[in-house]
């Protein structure tokens, strides 16, 4: 499949977008507590999400996705499904949110603590954001994709963290997932030229101990073969003439 170049117009669409996915994970940070449910902060989304934003969350029924948000704790990667299970002091979990607002997507991801966690959680938390600044960082016109896996790997690698191979970021616009795939590993000057109008996903999933990763019977839920602590920060990016724009970053 090309990548779309996207217009001006386009632009303004995924600015909106990529603003509402922001304003979610905002809403959301304060109601993960020790004891909440993943289906409570599930069904706080839904409503923030179709009746404050007047926006669709993109999981739902996607390919047969069950709910509305992503929410990936301990040692799942991604794709965890909401449900019943309490979230306890020192859990780590993943809120990925995805919003199509008037046909284009905007897709974010954040880490959260849950009460006090420990010192390797709090470090590969860190390091995980870290990763998703450098990789941002070779973000412009002329660079190559091969450049934000580099800098993702090298920083996750160096701090004794390990890449997942198997789920990367992705192009993003009217479609969830268009091409082209952004792994978070590589090597710098390889891959695709990176050029004004692309927009795309960065979202490095870092494990504690080994990359391997297994998919459970549910069909969605991705975990550490290994069990060891996983976690993910994502954003959405658009290239623009002279540099990358963050069009999911927080209000400063
Ligand atoms: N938001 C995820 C991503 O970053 C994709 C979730 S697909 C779902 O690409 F179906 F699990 F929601
Ligand atoms: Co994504
Ligand atoms: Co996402």
Same mark, same amino acid.
Not at 218 to 221: A, E, L, V
């Given at each position: ?11 303004t669409?995924?600015? &909106? /977008? ?6 979610? *994970?905002?809403?959301i +940070?304060?109601? =993960? !507590?020790?004891?909440v ?6 069904q706080?989304c839904h409503?923030?999400i179709v ?5 669709i ?9 069950p709910?509305s ?11 965890g ?6 979230l306890?002091?020192g859990?780590?979990?993943n ?9 284009f997507h905007?897709?974010a ?5 849950v009460?006090?966690t420990?010192i ?13 600044e450098?990789? &941002? /960082? ?5 660079s190559? *994709?091969?450049?934000? +896996?580099?800098? =993702? !790997? ?20 009217r479609g ?5 795939q ?33 998919l459970?019977s549910?069909?969605?839920?991705v ?24 069009l ?5």
């Open positions: 499949m090309p990548i779309h170049l996207k217009s001006d117009f386009d632009l669409q995924m600015r &909106i /977008a990529g603003d509402l996915t922001r304003q979610v *994970l905002d809403m +940070g304060p109601h =993960i !507590q020790p004891g449910t993943t289906l409570e902060l599930d706080i409503s923030f009746d404050a934003l007047d926006a969350p993109a999981p739902l029924n996607y390919r047969g996705f709910k948000i992503c929410t990936s704790v301990n040692h799942v990667i991604c794709h499904i909401p449900g019943g299970k309490r306890k002091n859990d780590i979990i809120v990925d949110i995805t919003v199509i607002k008037d046909g905007g897709d991801s954040r880490m959260f603590a009460g006090q420990s390797l959680g709090r470090r590969l938390i860190k390091t995980c954001q870290e990763c998703l450098k990789g &941002i /960082a070779t973000v412009r016109p002329g190559r *994709l091969g450049d934000i +896996g580099a800098a =993702i !790997q090298q920083h996750a690698e160096a701090a004794g963290f390990s890449v997942v191979r198997e789920y990367c970021g992705h192009g993003i616009g969830f997932h268009e091409d082209p952004v792994l978070h590993y590589g090597t710098v000057g390889q891959g695709l030229e990176i050029k004004p109008g692309m927009t795309f996903t960065i979202e490095p999933m870092i494990n504690a101990g080994r990359p391997e990763t297994r459970l549910d069909g969605w839920t975990v550490t073969k290994d069990h060891s602590l996983s976690a993910q920060w994502e954003h959405t990016l658009a290239v623009t003439d002279n540099g990358v724009e963050i999911t970053a927080p209000k400063s």
